[in-house]
């Protein structure tokens, strides 16, 4: 899917150099975006757009770009100056995210060789702060990069940022089904859904638990059987679930459940979606193996009717295509205090991705005291130790807040045979002091979508693209500072506001 997305090159320039330097930059800028292109580093197309010397050429292409269902953002680069007033009018049209790749055709000076024509021809020097002061005076968003085209480093956050812009494009037409409400009474979990879809894009809406019951009981014996069959060759299922066991009824009830789930969601085009265990009426089980696997295959979800962590899951997996590892649906659930190590387990009353599991999943039955229905089933497993980040959305009243803490996952201090869910167990950084003590004053909330593939670059990339808050808890975080922080944010957010 990522293939298909495309960013647009556009380089520059103005009718002053004559055609022949014209030519040049031309070419120049095709090699450039050539090479992007086939880069490893980039999942998406980048496409050369011939080079814009007027005012009316950089508007058409502008207009072009928004336009373009497939085109996810533009690349801006300035070979030669391109006289910035020429920009105002394009640049105030845009509604695509933008990166501004200030880079230069030639990585070395040809110092033997240097005379004025290489000089006028090999501008982006002072050519991309002249365009720089233009995006910076109309206020606009968009991410500098700077290096030599060729270099990795380069490459690489022309990358992640374009994985950000993929992820932006999602949320723009996504679609979150709510079946219920929110967990009564919760807090963080609510906020404006008009609003979020004015910022964010994203459309919620909502159905009766009965809208999914009478898609679940549309599902026939034979793809129940065909399903359970898969389940049983895929996983490690307990033997009272598998077929001829005592319990093996419970196992196809999930799979109506999981059937019946995915096929309302894809008969109404939606990628995300929240449950709640306070309205189950008709449902057997709470649906935890069936909303596990359709993380696995891309879905968002939110649990007790959190439709802000559904849609930034879905993004987020959009967003990690191709990648190693995982990205899931997360709570932080309990601590580990002791003095040689504070760590938090992490997990769900069920719904935990698989995607994150360091091995295969085991399939099975436990009792579950909360929503007052038969025992559910869910997939077992722990997570791979290594970096990973945890990303929270919330309402602030008059803005949406991303916070994200960079984690360190860590493997168990011992086994724990008795937790009969999934867990992931990591050390927040700077520490668990510090880190939660953040996390807890920016109004963070327990839900998160914990990602081992998504770096804290490219979410900062992605709040940027929104023009929403963003807040960082990593090994830097100092409270006096974060504190400070948060005063100033709001300060900014209020002046920043329309009236
Ligand atoms: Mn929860």
Excluded at 200 to 212: A, R, S
Aim: glycine share 8%.
């Amino acid at each position: 899917m990522l293939k298909d997305f495309e960013l647009w090159f556009i380089t520059g320039s103005q009718h002053l150099y004559g055609p022949e330097t014209l030519e040049q930059v031309a070419k120049h800028s095709q090699a450039i975006a050539s090479e992007l292109d086939k880069s490893k580093e980039l999942p998406v197309k980048v496409v050369f757009k011939p080079v814009v010397k007027t005012a009316e050429e950089i508007y058409e292409v502008v207009v072009e770009a928004n336009n373009t269902p497939a085109c996810i953002g533009i690349i801006t680069w300035m070979h030669t100056f391109s006289p910035a007033k020429m920009w105002i009018s394009g640049l105030n049209a845009l509604q695509k995210p933008f990166l501004h790749l200030h880079t230069q055709y030639n990585r070395d000076l040809p110092w033997s060789e240097i005379d004025m024509d290489f000089m006028n021809l090999n501008q982006a020097a002072h050519g991309d702060r002249e365009f720089g002061y233009m995006s910076s005076r109309l206020r606009l968003q968009r991410k500098v990069i700077v290096g030599h085209w060729q270099d990795a480093e380069v490459q690489r956050q022309i990358g992640v940022w374009s994985r950000a812009a993929a992820g932006w494009q999602e949320m723009q037409t996504l679609k979150v089904a709510r079946f219920g409400d929110n967990m009564r009474n919760v807090a963080v979990t609510e906020g404006d859904k008009v609003d979020a879809q004015i910022k964010l894009g994203f459309t919620v809406h909502g159905f009766g638990i009965g809208d999914l019951l009478e898609e679940i009981n549309r599902v026939s014996d034979a793809d129940i059987d065909s399903l359970v069959e898969k389940i049983e060759k895929e996983y490690q299922v307990a033997d009272e679930l598998k077929k001829g066991g005592a319990r093996h009824e419970s196992l196809r009830e999930s799979a109506k459940i999981e059937t019946g789930l995915r096929s309302f969601l894809d008969k109404g085009g939606f990628k995300a979606f929240t449950t709640t265990f306070e309205d189950l009426h008709g449902l057997k089980q709470l649906p935890g193996f069936a909303v596990q696997r359709l993380m696995a295959d891309g879905y968002g979800f939110g649990a007790e009717g959190d439709w802000k962590t559904a849609a930034l899951l879905r993004a987020m997996k959009v967003m990690s295509e191709g990648l190693t590892g995982g990205t899931s649906f997360m709570e932080d659930y309990t601590y580990h205090f002791h003095p040689d190590g504070q760590k938090v387990l992490g997990s769900h009353m069920l719904e935990v991705c698989e995607s994150i599991a360091e091995k295969q999943p085991v399939v099975e039955i436990h009792p579950l005291g909360i929503g007052g229905k038969e025992d559910p089933i869910r997939s077992i497993f722990t997570v791979k130790p290594g970096q990973a980040i945890n990303a929270s959305v919330v309402d602030m009243g008059n803005r949406f807040r991303l916070i994200v803490n960079e984690v360190e996952v860590v493997p168990l201090d011992m086994p724990m045979p008795k937790l009969p869910v999934a867990s992931a167990l990591w050390v927040p950084k700077p520490n668990l002091n510090i880190g939660a003590s953040a996390w807890i004053l920016a109004g963070g909330a327990h839900h998160t979508v914990f990602s081992q593939n998504i770096s804290a670059e490219c979410m900062e990339c992605f709040a940027e693209m929104a023009d929403i808050e963003y807040l960082l808890i990593d090994d830097n975080t100092s409270l006096f500072d974060f504190k400070k922080e948060l005063k100033w944010n709001n300060m900014y957010y209020h002046m920043q506001q329309r009236i």
